[in-house]
Nanobody
Framework: QVQLVESGGGLVQAGGSLRLSCAAS????????MGWFRQAPGKEREFVAA????????YYADSVKGRFTISRDNAKNTVYLQMNSLKPEDTAVYYC??????????????????WGQGTQVTVSS
């Protein structure tokens, strides 16, 4: 089992920045690919960004490309999502997730095996 805990969400004005963190515990001896997803009220959960175990490959949704950056520190068992130039439409609950597909970036939620509880990000206009 792997437990994931997100932090770093909050309220920010449009154009601002936030950095989300996702700390993993439990079977951290396993190699996991990681991803970030988000869900806005009344909408389905959507992919945001993904990173391989090595950090050598990343992948982003078109809506966040150029504004968000995913990274990881395996020594700290932590994945980050740096979010810049935030827009009101980025408002959502953000979830991190872990997948056994460690060597390939995955953008489908059903490819992920473990999920965090989510952290709220609210961007005011």
């Amino acid at each position: 089992q792997v437990q994931l805990v997100e932090s770093g969400g909050g309220l920010v004005q449009a154009g601002g920045s936030l950095r989300l963190s996702c700390a993993a515990s439990g079977r951290t001896d396993k190699r996991f690919g990681m991803g970030w997803f988000r869900q806005a009220p009344g909408k389905e959960r959507e992919f945001v960004a993904a990173i391989t175990w090595s950090g050598g490959s990343t992948y982003y949704a078109d809506s966040v490309k150029g504004r968000f950056t995913i990274s990881r520190d395996n020594a700290k068992n932590t994945v980050y999502l740096q979010m810049n130039s935030l827009k009101p439409e980025d408002t959502a609950v953000y979830y991190c997730a872990a997948t056994f597909y460690s060597g390939y970036v995955r953008s489908q939620a059903f490819d992920y095996d473990y999920w965090g509880q989510g952290t709220q990000v609210t961007v005011s206009s």
